[in-house]
């Protein structure tokens, strides 16, 4: 059974407005250019995505590699649909690089790759490993005395990787309240419920076990989302961890909590309509 809560509950019922359906559309574009991608990972993050990029990182794309920016780490690699749409929009790169995902000379591939996509921080797709990268370039702002933070999204079925959870016994032990991590607790894994595959909970509880000051927020409610973000470090002194409740592919009712659209090698025609009716013609 998928475990539920009051957050769970509201990203199940939460309304998506106008933005986060433009985004979802360039997602699925690429999904449909490509004839693949991971789709229902990339929906659970958007809101996390667009909050981050939109509200909350000091970054300018124009100068992606500005020494005193912020740092922001997609963890969950296969994610990296709702990353790429975000980055695009913001002028990392040109649109029309979406149309290309996948393609043999396009930079967008399956999982983001560090040096190929401006704007990327980390390559990533091995799950469990961006919290580490996180943790060293937290420590490495404070050892620079730099002011940039870090935030690292990672994925509910992820962190049932060991490394994960060294890094985090590590950002504790160096109190390092620049780093941020961001839970995209949609509670379904690949091939099931994570209930089923190795259950988290409680997964707050075991945050706070390690460490971090805890937040749970639905992670659809940009609103919610804005809130909790503008408030790091959440505890003085110590990294903070942020459990979004959301939903595996949000804003497509096909896809939604169904392991079936965890990725999609083509899209057959009664889907490319599903798609339509969810979202709007692309």
Known sequence: MIQTSPHAEAALTCTLDERSLYLRRLVLGSVRSAGRGHVGPALSLIEMVRVLYDDVLRIDPKNPRDPDRDR?????????????????????????????????????????????????????GALGHGLSI???????????????????LLGDGEIN??????????????????????????????????????????????????????????????????????????????PTAIICHTVKGKGLPAAESNADWHHKNKLTDSELDAIRVAVGDF
């Open 134 to 152: 996180g943790v060293g370039l937290a420590l490495a702002a404070r050892m620079r005395e730099r002011s940039y933070r870090t935030f690292v």
């Open 72 to 124: 922001a780490i997609l963890s969950k690699g296969h994610g990296c649909l709702a990353l790429y749409a975000l980055l695009a929009d913001r002028g990392f790169f040109p649109l029309s690089e979406l149309d290309g995902f996948c393609g043999p000379d396009s930079i967008l591939g399956g999982h983001p790759e560090y040096g190929m996509v401006p704007g990327v921080e980390a390559s990533t």
């Open 161 to 238: 990787e060991g490394s994960v959870w060294e890094a985090a016994m590590g950002a504790a032990k160096h109190g390092l309240d620049n780093l941020v991590a961001l839970i995209d607790y949609n509670k379904l894994q690949s091939y099931g419920p994570t209930d089923y595959v190795l259950p988290l909970e409680p997964l707050a509880d075991k945050w706070r076990s390690f460490g971090f000051a805890v937040q749970e927020v639905n992670g659809h409610d940009v609103g919610a989302l804005r809130t909790v973000l503008k408030q790091i470090p959440a505890v003085a002194g110590k």
